[in-house]
């Protein structure tokens, strides 16, 4: 089952009476507990009708026994379980976990509990026999970064939801200076409405007026503006990150970082890699791969790997004082331009 299939069937007053949620958005793993909430639990229930566990403190048999408690004064309970041990292969914690306990019930889970496991990790543990179980008698659902046009469509319904009119290519703007962190991004669309008021519409101008690029974003620009040899506008970042009181060895480091996943793209797309794959591998969202593998097109793989050297070079000599932190980036940035 699929995320968009559990929300249809909770909406209609069909939900299942164990979900195990997974993944690295946690922006959209909120959105869907809150649905729980929303559609099962009547406001002046809560109190009563919602609890909270940690696998980490509390044992799971501990946890099975409050689900089949009997609510009081209220028809059905909602139980979150935060959980970073039982479904991944994460470290072992302090707690003993009678692990049987847990796989009885899902054989038979009672009808006035909901129990709702919130696993702090991008994989579950397909080893383990807790997994398995719980795959072929629970809702399992995975919620991974979204992204290219899926992630600019969100955006333009997010947007629209506000009752303002939001294009393409400001939906795209817009994720090219916040990054693609939903929360991020759902932040900077609430505040894009309340300025384009009910009705309105919101331009490209109206993003890049607006949303100030985080560090992240400002290091991909200024590699973009090293390939192109547009060392002016790369030069005007570096001073605007220092406005900002970033460090240069932090700026210098993820110059570093982006470089190298430049070469790690370019390398693992001449073996026919597609970028999916690239971000499964790298461990990265695929928005960040596909400018990559832009950026990776327009410098040969030694260029590339003599970059990385240098980078190394500059941090030992600022690290070590050899150079003033700020004069070695500079003069890094100006030889990288001159050369690209």
């Known amino acids: 089952m699929d995320v968009k299939t559990a929300v249809k069937a909770i909406r209609k007053g069909e939900p299942a009476s164990v979900y195990l949620l997974y993944g690295t958005e946690k922006y959209s793993i909120k959105q869907f507990t809150d649905i729980l909430k929303e559609q099962l639990i009547e406001e002046e229930h809560r109190d009563f ?19 089949e408690t009997v609510p009081f004064l209220v028809p ?37 509990s909901i129990l709702v496991f919130l696993v702090q990790g991008e994989k579950l543990d397909e ?41 393409q290519e400001a939906a795209e ?48 620009a200024m590699v973009e503006d090293i390939a192109n040899l547009r060392l002016g506008k790369a030069l005007d970042i570096f001073y605007e990150l220092l406005k900002q009181k970033e460090e240069p060895i932090k700026i210098a480091a993820l110059i570093s970082r982006q470089f190298r996943i430049i070469l790690q793209v370019k390398e ?15 461990g990265l969202h695929p928005y960040a791969v596909k400018i990559a593998g ?18 190394a070079d500059l941090d030992y000599q600022m690290k070590t004082g050899a150079i ?15 050369h690209s």
């Open 268 to 282: 693992l797309g001449a073996q026919s890699y597609s970028q999916q794959q690239i971000a499964s591998q790298l």
């Open 324 to 338: 003033d932190k700020v004069l070695g980036l500079e003069l890094f940035l100006l030889r990288l331009g001159s």
């Open 173 to 220: 703007t817009l994720i090219s200076r916040a990054g693609t962190s939903l929360q991020t991004l759902s932040a900077e669309v609430d505040k894009l409405c309340l300025y384009a008021g009910e009705g309105g519409t919101l331009s490209k101008v109206n993003v890049e007026d607006l949303v100030a690029r985080n560090t992240e974003q400002n290091i991909f």
């Open 49 to 67: 009708a919602m609890a909270s566990y940690d696998t980490a403190e509390t044992p799971i048999e501990q946890i099975i026994e409050e689900a």
């Open 294 to 311: 832009e950026q990776s097109k327009k410098f040969p793989a030694d260029r590339l790997r003599f970059i990385l050297k240098s980078l």
């Open 76 to 112: 059905r309970k909602l139980i979150f379980v935060r959980d970073q041990n039982l479904f991944t292969a994460g470290k072992d914690t302090k707690i003993e976990h009678k692990i049987e306990t847990l796989i009885t019930y899902l054989d038979n889970p009672v009808d006035y």
């Open 127 to 167: 080893r383990k026999k807790i997994v398995k179980t719980t795959k072929s008698k629970a809702t399992v659902l995975s919620f991974g970064p979204i992204h290219g046009e899926e992630l600019t469509s969100w955006l333009v319904k997010q947007a629209a939801s506000r009752k303002v009119t939001m294009g």
